[in-house]
């Protein structure tokens, strides 16, 4: 699984031909965003400080020769200060400019492009390889989601850099997603029935109730509005067997996806 999947409203504004510049104005009035995503205001201040470097963020994505007027800074908020170095470094070369920034593997990758015409400085080159190579250094020690000490993990057919808390919460992300799955097309009488389905359930609610005890009070300070109390007693094995098929299939029904919305 990829962990950082565009979402929905990122792919309308780019087929509404917004430019990035506009897109992060628009996310900082409406307050949308996603905690895998750089924040709408760290993209608005990273334009004004590099606008040459970044020119892309007011070109129109309908040309699609430019990934980063597509897909603007494809990266998650815990590496705004490696991309904010990095960025002050490039734009001392006024004759480049970025067309694609993504995590690929796990590691910050930048695409750029050189002016036609300009003279290259041999030196200021060197340079910029050598601060290319550290930041992407720098980026697989450090958590794409809050820029804690993080270690490069293979989720699925990817890898992406996460402390140990951050990937706690993709694995609870990722519980909530199997119980959508595993109840897909039932209906509450149908699931009574299903002894596996209800046993499938009953194991994704104890993984979230493990991840959840395992997180500590700054990290869930970071995600207010969770009731973490109660996803905690989740992890009692016993009690999580005595539940009836009726109060599980309410946390099938209400509980989970309002948890994977919230914890995204
Ligand atoms: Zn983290």
Redesign the pocket.
Known sequence: MKSKEPSGWKEFLVLRAKTVHERAKLMAASGERSRLDLSPAHVLELLERYPVLYREAWVTPSNTASRFACDGFDVGG?WFRIVDALSAKLARDKALHVVQLKEKYGRLTVYFERDEGVPVDRRLDAMLDVALDKAGDRSTRT?E????R?TREKRGHTVCV??V??LQIEEMVDACRRIAECTKGLDSAAFSANENSQDAVRLAMLHIGHASFERSPKSRARLPGIDWASLDRLQDTAGIMRISAKEIWKFVREDAPELERKLR
């Open positions: 815990g958590c989601v809050c820029g804690g993080g996460r402390c808390s951050c």
